[in-house]
């Protein structure tokens, strides 16, 4: 890519989209279909009333003249989720009018891991995707966990099933093997133990064997590999989001920021991990922000993340790199109304899978005890 100033020009406009430029760029992701059920609700002067301190919040990410489109399934599913005994859990790629004004609670997938074993609510409303919803369910299968689109699924947890997992361990004899928790619950269920990429590491060295072999995300392994003595072996798999960053993509950014602090996943390649100042999981990278204050912020992520925490940072300036999960975007406000309506989306997991797959998150929650 040139240095010229125009192409400057251009890598600063495109980094400064927010998730909704985000959505609208077809060339970014897949857009999912809108629901055909979906009717607007109106925006009255109730709504309007109920809803203002929660615009307020939101108001540097959510323009006015979009709030009436929001306001009303807001409002709607704030009056349900407690008419129904409901908790909303969100992850931190969910755009702000559900991570901010409806989810009861947001994180990481650590974070809603552990939410989900010790909420007392008898309904899950999982704001995420569909790895995430079967893992409330393993650790809560007495309870009812919903998922607004059965489709949100991830690149990663279709890379491996549990023929793979069994064909992998006649390959590796004896090397225990760490699985994370973007899979199904069969993979898990195949596993010695899951991870997430908050305590990866930890999990990793929670064994005494010289070699583990990390599943499915080969950039994750490779990640972690930098971290450890043990000889880590990977498996084919990767985001098809955090993949799609370059090294030369970051080099760019910080010849147009050179002030800026530039923060990854690590489900990034490794070798644009290395360029940038720090990798941590969502969590970790939302903390970053918040302990530190930099003056201005690249999040090597999805889009909704820099949305998201520039809320709780108003002193911090974002700028946008901004690959879409499609996965992620198909959980809107108008889905989660209908889950809750209809009590529709319900994750069931078989309850001989779920026991073994248990096990495997509980040795994984232990770790980070
Ligand atoms: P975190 O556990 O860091 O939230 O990551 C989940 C995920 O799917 C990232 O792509
Ligand atoms: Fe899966 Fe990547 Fe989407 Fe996370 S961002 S849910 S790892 S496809």
Not at 157 to 172: F, G, H, M, N, P
């Amino acid at each position: 890519m040139s240095d010229s100033p125009t192409a400057l020009q251009k890598i600063k406009e495109r980094a400064m989209l927010t998730t909704k430029d985000a959505l609208k760029n077809k060339d970014n992701c897949t857009i999912p279909a809108k629901a055909e059920t979906e009717t607007a609700l109106a925006y009255t002067e109730e709504v309007a009333r109920e809803t203002e301190a929660l615009y307020e919040r939101v108001a540097k990410v959510i323009t006015r003249a979009e709030w009436p489109s929001f306001a009303p399934y807001i409002y709607e599913i704030n009056k349900l989720k407690k008419e129904k005994n409901a908790v909303i859990l969100a992850h931190n790629y969910m755009t702000p009018e559900i991570f901010h004004c409806i989810s009861d609670f947001a994180g990481d997938s650590l974070q809603l891991a552990q939410q989900a074993a010790k909420t007392d609510a008898q309904v899950i409303i999982q704001a995420g995707v569909h790895f995430m919803a079967e893992t409330s369910k393993i650790l809560s299968p007495e309870k009812t966990v919903l998922i607004p689109d059965m489709e949100a699924g991830c690149s990663l947890a279709a890379s491996i099933t549990a023929a793979d997992v069994e064909l992998l361990r006649e390959k590796y004899p004896g090397v225990p093997i760490v699985t994370y928790v973007n899979t199904s619950a069969e993979v898990k269920a195949a596993s010695d133990i899951c991870c997430t990429s908050s305590n990866a590491l930890a999990v990793v060295e929670s064994f005494d064997s010289d070699e583990i072999l990390m599943i499915p995300d080969q950039y994750l392994a490779r990640n972690i590999a930098k971290q450890t003595k043990k000889k880590i072996h990977t498996y084919a798999g990767s985001c098809e989001v955090h993949e799609r960053f370059t090294p030369d993509s970051i080099r760019q950014f910080r010849k147009a920021w050179p002030d800026a602090v530039i923060l990854a996943h690590p489900e990034c390649p490794p070798e644009v991990v290395e360029l940038c100042d720090f990798a941590g999981s969502t969590k970790a990278m939302s903390d970053y922000v918040t302990d530190k204050q930099p003056s201005r912020v690249v999040m090597i992520t999805e889009c909704s993340m820099s949305d998201n925490v520039a809320v709780n940072n108003p002193g911090v300036e974002f700028v946008r790199p901004c690959n879409m999960c499609p996965h992620m975007k198909r959980i809107t406000l108008p889905k989660i109304l209908d889950c809750l309506k209809n009590m529709s989306g319900e994750v069931t997991v078989d309850p001989a899978v779920a026991a073994r797959a248990k096990l495997s998150v509980e040795r994984m929650l232990a770790v980070t005890a």
